[in-house]
């Protein structure tokens, strides 16, 4: 089923043994365009701490309850390593957390491969600190030049989007699947341009994500975007409106070989 994002803030994480705090945001990823972490504010429970849960914990949302099931305790959500909200999430934070939920990362075998926090039976604090230490510096060293590619949704939201020849409005939400967390749409909201029409852009029409400027770049040009079937956000996206938009941007999708 296809969720508006937005949605999805406010709802509730739902730990085996209580819960945990609320979604404010989400992580994504701008070359696969996938969800990859959720952000968490726990509220009074962990004085308004913020957590970063990998979106492979989540249950299908209860959206008449508000709120997502997750496959963990309270506490190794408290025992996670903490973020800094106001920085971008590198690499090397994100092999740490990957470590500490005992899961391999998104993009290969993970660097840290210990339960939580890495800690293994018979290790002491300054053991276990000096070796992580000794990690963190050798992950650094090797990744010093990776370009990350994580965006926040909430972030995102409001960037402009330039077409092939002139900018179209501007980003005003993202369709996400919640059977594999992948984004199958921008909503665009035309009213600097075309006032009154809402259209959706696949993000593989994306060419790249630029923070500097707050845009996103498009393969595809102004008339392209602005013929394609008009998109009304109280009304679901079906399958029959996917295939509609496949035929558009891509007229042979939907048609077979010719016998």
């Not at 004085?47 to 989540?58: D, F």
């Not at 957390?97 to 899961?103: D, I, K, V």
């Not at 369709?175 to 593989?204: A, C, E, Y």
């Not at 770049?217 to 998109?231: A, C, E, F, G, H």
């Amino acid at each position: 089923m296809l969720i508006e994002a937005s949605n999805l803030k406010g709802f509730k994480i739902a730990a085996t043994d209580g819960s945990v705090g609320t979604v404010t945001d989400f992580l994504f990823d701008d070359e696969s365009w996938t969800l990859r972490w959720v952000v968490v504010d726990t509220g009074t429970w962990l004085a308004g701490r913020k957590v970063l849960l990998p979106v492979s914990v989540l249950g299908h949302p209860d959206t008449s309850a508000r709120s997502f099931p997750v496959r963990l305790t309270m506490a190794s959500v408290k025992d996670s390593p903490a973020i800094d909200t106001h920085e971008p999430v590198s690499r090397q934070h994100e092999e740490r957390m990957y470590g500490y939920y005992n899961m391999s990362p998104y993009w290969g075998n993970g660097f840290y491969m210990g339960g939580y926090g890495g800690w293994s039976a018979g290790m002491s604090e300054t053991h276990y600190a000096d070796s992580r230490r000794r990690q963190d510096e050798l992950y650094a060293r090797r990744h010093q030049d990776d370009d990350l590619h994580l965006r926040s949704i909430d972030a995102v939201t409001g960037y402009n989007l330039h077409a092939t020849d002139g900018s179209i409005g501007h980003v005003e939400g993202f369709l996400i699947d919640d059977s594999d967390w992948t984004i199958h749409f921008l909503t665009v909201d035309t009213k600097n341009w075309r006032p009154g029409k809402h259209v959706l852009i696949s993000p593989r029409s994306a060419t790249d994500v630029q923070w500097a400027e707050n845009m996103v770049n498009l393969d595809i040009d102004r008339k392209t975007v602005m013929d394609s079937p008009t998109y009304d956000p109280s009304v679901p996206v079906d399958a029959a409106f996917e295939a509609r938009m496949a035929h558009h941007y891509i007229p042979d999708a939907t048609h077979g070989t010719a016998s």
